[in-house]
């Protein structure tokens, strides 16, 4: 079924040509006709099966010929990244036509944003925090939203945006279309759902319960003090055009980094306390080959989209096989091939068992021959944990003794306040100052930086 059998309008099957597309994905053989047609859509699919062009075909298709100067669709999604690919994408799909789109997000100066609301931008690309900033003005009206998008709906659950969302809800107009696209559906979700989809199409696609069939997965057993090293190892063999590389907090992302330009690996880094210019940089960076290494965190990761990623590694086991599956879904993208590779301590091999049912398969064990895993080299490793002996040649003691640091809370990366918070991280708060004493939107008129977009 190619994109012409939809009905698109022309200038839209001329963008899909310029950008090779030939035959829609499961997930857009299902979502672009109903979408076309005004229907509200509930899809649960995954990451990396061509979800931007589901919706936002149909928004295009359905904007092409409305009088301009008012914004009648928003997309809201968990991450700055993510708004802007998805910005990116909608400005590639529409090259031939008129209609335009702006991203809001935080980390940014309001100024830029606060003129598309303005002049009436035709569609609004949205974090949910930064969104609400700017709707605390008169200026922002959402009053003809025609057309709605919840993406990631799933994360940002995760994220603690649920109540933002539910507010945003409650300044749209009633009668509107609404796509709701998640991963999976939680209770919460599916609640949500009941409350603001009438009679939808409902599309289950490629709800992964294992990776796609195009990634080749390994395991690699190594003390957490060896892991750096192993990663160095690895690196420098040869045969990894490039790589995202997943860590748990922010500070490890740091010190991956740091660690991997120290021994003359081009890296770089992304994460939430990370400016929004930096972030920028450094995924423009690694998509042009500047930077052989990405070191992220999950948060910070959703809308990374690189289409020839060789490799994904998680230097720490991700908390749950729903975060497994969303990491190593960075490669093998588009029927790609990619690997997946998985740094494993001893007190990790329960968690990864957990990770093995819930994908269904046992994941292949790699030793690497050439690689000294008796031996810590404490002043090139950074370090992690886990002392020397015992189980791989690096850990002793009780296997369900979480070594210092290794584990910490998930929410290093999610919770704080409102736009520059689950976004991009506040400015640390002075001692004894209560929360609602530094918010950065204390005054009425939104401030217009250098740094806007």
């Given amino acids: 079924m190619p994109f012409l059998s939809f009905g698109l309008h022309a200038d839209l099957v001329r963008g899909v040509a310029d950008l090779g597309f030939t ?185 992964q319960a294992k990776p796609a069939a195009g990634i080749t997965q390994t395991v690699y057993p190594v003390p957490h003090s060896l892991k750096s090293a192993l990663l160095l190892k690895l690196v420098q063999g040869g045969n990894m055009t490039n790589a995202l590389v997943f860590t748990r907090t922010k500070r490890r992302a740091d010190r991956v980094a740091d660690f991997l330009k120290k021994n003359g690996v081009s890296s770089t880094r992304i994460h939430g306390d990370r400016t929004q210019a930096q972030r920028t940089q450094a995924l423009d960076g690694f998509k042009r080959g500047r930077y052989q290494v990405l070191v992220a965190t999950d948060v910070a990761a959703r809308g990374i989209d690189i289409d020839a990623l060789s490799h994904v590694i998680n230097f720490d086991l991700p908390g749950t096989s729903e975060d497994y599956i969303h990491r190593v879904g960075r490669t093998a993208r588009a029927e790609a091939k990619g690997d997946a590779l998985t740094f494993v301590a001893p007190d990790e091999e329960r968690d990864l068992k ?64 409102r736009s520059e918070s689950r976004e991009g991280g506040p400015p640390p708060r002075a001692s004894g100052a209560r929360p609602w004493e530094n918010r950065q939107w204390k005054s009425r008129t939104p401030s217009v930086s250098r740094r806007t977009n």
């Fill in 23 to 207: 035959q829609p994905s499961p997930i857009q053989k299902d979502a672009i006709p109903a979408g076309i047609a005004g229907r509200d859509v509930l899809a649960c699919s995954a990451t990396g099966s061509g979800k931007t062009a589901a919706f936002g075909l149909p928004i295009l298709h359905r904007l092409i010929g409305k009088t301009r100067g008012v914004t009648r669709a928003l997309i809201v999604t968990p991450t700055r990244e993510l708004a802007a690919q998805i910005d990116e994408h909608l400005k590639e799909l529409g090259r031939h036509t008129q209609i335009r789109s702006a991203a809001v997000y935080g980390g940014v100066g309001m100024g830029a944003q606060r003129q598309a609301f303005e002049r009436g931008v035709d569609i609004i690309i949205a974090t949910p925090g930064r969104l609400l900033d700017h709707l605390s003005y008169k200026y922002a009206k959402l009053n003809t939203v025609e057309m709605l998008v919840l993406d990631e709906a799933d994360r940002m659950l995760d994220m603690g945006f649920l109540p933002d969302i539910r507010r945003i809800l409650q300044l749209l107009p009633e009668k509107k279309q609404t796509l709701f696209f998640s991963a999976t559906l939680p209770s919460q979700i599916g609640s949500l759902t009941r409350e603001l989809l009438k009679n939808p199409l409902t599309i289950n696609v490629e709800r």
């Fill in 354 to 417: 957990a990770i093995e049912r819930a994908v269904s398969c046992a994941i292949q064990r790699v030793i690497l021959p050439d690689f000294d895993y008796k031996s810590v080299d404490t002043a090139n490793s950074m370090g992690g944990g886990g002392g020397g002996g015992g189980t791989y040649g690096g850990h002793s003691g009780n296997r369900n003794q979480r070594p210092s640091g290794n584990r910490p809370q998930r929410r290093d990366d999610r919770h704080t306040t």
